[in-house]
Structure formats: structure tokens, C-alpha cells
């Protein structure tokens, strides 16, 4: 019951190293942030080092795989604090081992969010007890050049979690959060609009693109999809911007 309508939200388990929100969008692809599985020093994750666990709750999920493959931007660089282009770009493509039977999870659907939209964040946040939090009553703080930001009151999301609309019969997922930011005196989720970056990995994906494979399953020569950093900090937006201020993914 915890869980009702929530079930395509999971946790990505990285190693040893800690863990991520992400969504089930097909029955064998999901959704998260590409910081989560890109290293500080640029450095791909190794994907069957992380593992995906929809609908997770004190250790029993309701679909569990490894990960055959990763894709993230070409252009996407781990940088602190993060540009705005990079905020644009945050975006991972996992492909599971072991598809999800859509008998089992059915996937949401992407959408380009409603400026009049109800919306909510569903994430794995920090804490003791494996269980995904629902944050609801946000509202649409900005929609503006491939950006999305959500006002949730004071709640500080983790990367990779899901934004979505909750308007119609079934929510819609509208945007992947990358940072929060503060905005007078509020915290904001920022993340991107989704379609056309998606679109984006997926062929990546078709041409057998990968960041990272499974070792046994890698073929024979890869070519990393994301270079190194070429810088470690940088200043966000414009001189001029009086904005948000971009905080650490």
C-alpha cells in the first residue's frame, strides 16, 4: 500500500559507494542522474557494479536486475558547482540485465510538465530505513530553455529522483532531478526536460553506444562516451545572473 502508484521508482544501489533514485520507463530501461554514475574525476561506474531495485522497502523489492549497460551525454561532464549546461545534461540511460515483465512494473510515461500541473518527487533519500519518500504539493518554479525546476517547500532531493505530474490518470514523468538550489529562501529541485535527451540516449543506445558495460557481457573494444573533465569548477550562468544559486549534485 506504501507503495501504490509508485512502484516503477527504485533505488540504484552503486558498489559499496551509496545509491541513487531512478524509474523504470521500459521494461528494460531506466532513468537516473549521470552524476550518479559518473565519478568526480570523470570516470565511468562500472556497470555491473550497480543494480536496480524497484519499489525497494526494507530490503524486498518488487524487481530487482543488474545493469548490462550505461549511457550518458557525450558532453556531460561531473563538475562542482554544477554549470547550467551540465544541469541540462544530467541525464543516465541503464539498461537492465533483466528486463521488468510489464505484467510486474508497468513503466510512466514521459511528458513535457503543465505550467498549471500538480507534481510530486518520489526518492530514495538518505537515511537508515530503504523505503522511497513521497514529497508532494510541489509546483513548477521554472520551465525555461530545456530546464525544469520544482519548488517542494524545503526538502532537499536526492539526484536521480523522479519529478512527476500527477495530473491526469496516471502520473506522467516530467523531469530528473540534478541539484537544488536556493531561491528566495526556498530549496529547488532543478532538473531537464526530458523528451528530446532521452531521445538522445536511446539511439546511442540502438547504435551500441555504452559509457560502461558489464564486464561479461562488454564486446570486445568500447569506447568510453564521456572524456575525462577538462576543469573541476566553474562559474553558473552569466555574469550577470541574479538567479538561483546551483548547488553540489
Known sequence: ???????????????????????????????????????????????????????????VALAES??????VPRDYR?????????????VALLELAEPVASSVLAPFAIAVPAETGDFAAVAYDEGPVEAPALHDGCSLYLHNDGLVAFDCGRVRLSSGAPMLERSGYRARLVGIVSATAEAEGRTIA??????????????????????????DIAP????????KPKEKRVTVGDENETGAKFLSP
Open 66 to 71: 543488474r545493469v548490462r549497460r550505461t549511457i
Open 190 to 215: 532543478v532538473g531537464m526536460e526530458l523528451p528530446d535527451i532521452l531521445a538522445e540516449l536511446k539511439a546511442a543506445l540502438r547504435r551500441g553506444e555504452a559509457t560502461s558495460w558489464a564486464t
Open 1 to 59: 500500500e506504501d507503495l501504490r502508484g509508485w512502484e516503477p521508482v527504485g533505488q540504484v544501489a552503486i558498489g559499496d559507494s551509496g545509491f541513487c533514485t531512478g524509474v523504470l520507463i521500459a521494461g528494460d530501461l531506466v532513468l537516473t542522474a549521470a552524476s550518479c554514475v559518473i565519478t568526480k574525476d570523470g570516470t565511468p561506474v562500472a556497470a555491473d557494479s550497480i543494480r536496480f531495485r524497484a519499489g525497494l522497502i526494507e530490503g
Open 220 to 227: 570486445a573494444k568500447t569506447e568510453a562516451a564521456v572524456p
Open 78 to 90: 561531473w563538475l562542482d558547482p554544477v554549470p547550467t549546461e551540465m544541469l541540462r545534461r544530467d
